[in-house]
């Protein structure tokens, strides 16, 4: 069964520049994550999908964070314009949709590394 | 809110002892809590889980969690530690408010097994 796939695996850019991260998930998989690690801590929900509509993006900073799931499928994470601080691993990561049936194990990709000079 | 705490940042071992990586939780009714383990330039690997039943919970490369209800922890362990076994360990805690089914993660520890 193949994995969840992240691109690119490594980014460098500037501060002020734009970015933008892509995400299949498991095939099958409802619902998709995004989580930020930065080094030294854990990892942190930045928004969830369902299917293609947004179940929680409380921690999403949207003033320069955006996300998108067209067609329930595939996801991007952009952001415009980068900060120092987000440079951090982006983590994507899929799930069956939560029910008696989905004990809640999520399925974690690579992961994108993004530092900004 | 549902939360886990991982008191240790590391954990040194030697090979071939037992090694226990410590996590306590807090939430609000039944705990789903689970044990990811993330090696350098890797995403995160699912280890094992606990949602209901035996205490003791068994799960991949021969590591086991003991989930005690009283202590409100989950702390993983493994008889005998490799080497190979050095990487960083999560905590997690699955989050249902909302409608959303969320993992909530500790900070987590890293894991030294030397020879």
Excluded at chain 1, 84 to 97: F, K, N, R, T
Excluded at chain 2, 16 to 31: A, E, I, Q, R
């Amino acid at each position: 069964e193949a994995g969840v796939a992240q691109s690119p695996r490594y980014k460098i850019i500037e501060k002020r520049q734009s970015v933008a991260f892509w995400c299949n998930p498991i095939s099958g998989h409802a619902t998709l994550y995004w989580y930020q690690q930065i080094l030294g801590q854990g990892p942190k929900l930045l928004i969830q999908f369902q299917n293609n509509g947004v179940v929680d993006d409380s921690q999403l900073p949207k003033d320069r964070f955006s996300a998108e799931r067209l067609k329930g499928v595939d996801s991007t994470l952009k952001i415009q314009p980068a900060k120092l601080e987000d440079s951090a691993v982006y983590l994507c990561a899929s799930s069956l949709i939560p029910g008696t049936a989905n004990t809640g194990e999520l399925f974690f990709g690579e992961g994108s590394r993004l530092t900004v000079l | 809110a549902q939360s886990v705490a991982q008191p240790e940042d590391q954990v040194n071992v030697a090979e071939g002892n037992p090694l226990t990586v410590k996590c306590t939780y807090s939430v609000s009714g039944n705990p789903y809590l689970f044990w990811y383990v993330q090696y350098p330039n890797r995403g995160l690997q699912f280890l094992l889980k606990y949602i209901t039943g035996d205490n003791l919970v068994k799960g991949s490369y021969g590591f086991e969690a003991e989930f005690n209800k009283s202590q409100t922890s989950f702390h993983l362990k493994k008889p005998s530690a490799l080497v190979s076994d050095s990487a960083l360990y999560f905590c997690a805690v699955r989050d249902i408010t909302g409608g959303g089914n969320k993992l909530t993660f500790g900070t987590g520890t890293q894991l030294k097994v030397e020879l």
